[in-house]
Structure formats: structure tokens, C-alpha cells
């Protein structure tokens, strides 16, 4: 597994950007596709989005479309969540994921980091 840590969180008003970064540590990282996922509590955790090993390809969900962008910097181990135009239902806290590229779910998870969009 990898060992992951998220930063970039916090307060921002709406309309505004952050951006989210993934560290990773432990193993290959290039091994790995990268997924950004958020939960509301007393909701299930929601997809982001998602990046292939080597960033060739990226996709969001629809609710992020046009907004988020998903990118990666294999050199520095991290994966980034650049967040534009926010909006207060984009409060979540956000989680980055690690699925090795023979498995087929995500096995390693950060602690999350919380982010909160005000009106």
C-alpha cells in the first residue's frame, strides 16, 4: 500500500478556488491511479474524479465538470484537485485514494482534508 496525506484545505467564499494537494509516500507511485473522493456526513462518499498512472487521462463527475481539474506530478509524488468557481454544496471533506493498477478498488486512503465553501 501507499501512505497518502492531503492538504489544501479550508474556508473559502463562494465563487472562489483552492487547490488540494496528495502526497504520497511508501511504494511506486507511478504504479498507482489516483482518485479524488468527498463525503457530507450522513452522506455516501461521492467521486470526484480520477487520473491514470501516468496523467494521460482524466475524468470528473458531472457535478464537477468544468470546475475541478484533476493532475499529477509523478516526480514529486502528488496528485492535485484544483477546485474553481466553488460552490457552497461543494462542502465536503475531500479524500485523495490510491488503486494499484492491477486492483480493481481503491486500497489506500488518506485522513482527508476538509473543505468548506461559504455562501
Known amino acids: 500500500q501507499v501512505q497518502l496525506v492531503e492538504s489544501g484545505g479550508g474556508l473559502v467564499q463562494a465563487g472562489g478556488s483552492l487547490r488540494l494537494s496528495c502526497a504520497a509516500s511508501?511504494?511506486?507511485?507511478?504504479?498507482?491511479?489516483m482518485g479524488w473522493f468527498r463525503q457530507v456526513p450522513g452522506k455516501e462518499r461521492e467521486f470526484v474524479g480520477n487520473?491514470?498512472?501516468?496523467?494521460?487521462?482524466?475524468s470528473v463527475a458531472d457535478s464537477v465538470k468544468g470546475r475541478f481539474t484533476i493532475s499529477r506530478d509523478n516526480a514529486k509524488n502528488t496528485v492535485y484537485l484544483q477546485m474553481n468557481s466553488l460552490k457552497p454544496d461543494d462542502t465536503a471533506v475531500y479524500y485523495c485514494?490510491?488503486?494499484?493498477?492491477?486492483?480493481?478498488?481503491?486500497?489506500?486512503w488518506g485522513q482527508g482534508t476538509q473543505v468548506t465553501v461559504s455562501p
Open positions: 485514494a490510491a488503486r494499484y493498477y492491477r486492483n480493481p478498488s481503491y486500497d489506500s
Open positions: 511508501g511504494r511506486t507511485f507511478s504504479s498507482y491511479i
Open positions: 487520473i491514470s498512472r501516468f496523467g494521460v487521462s482524466a
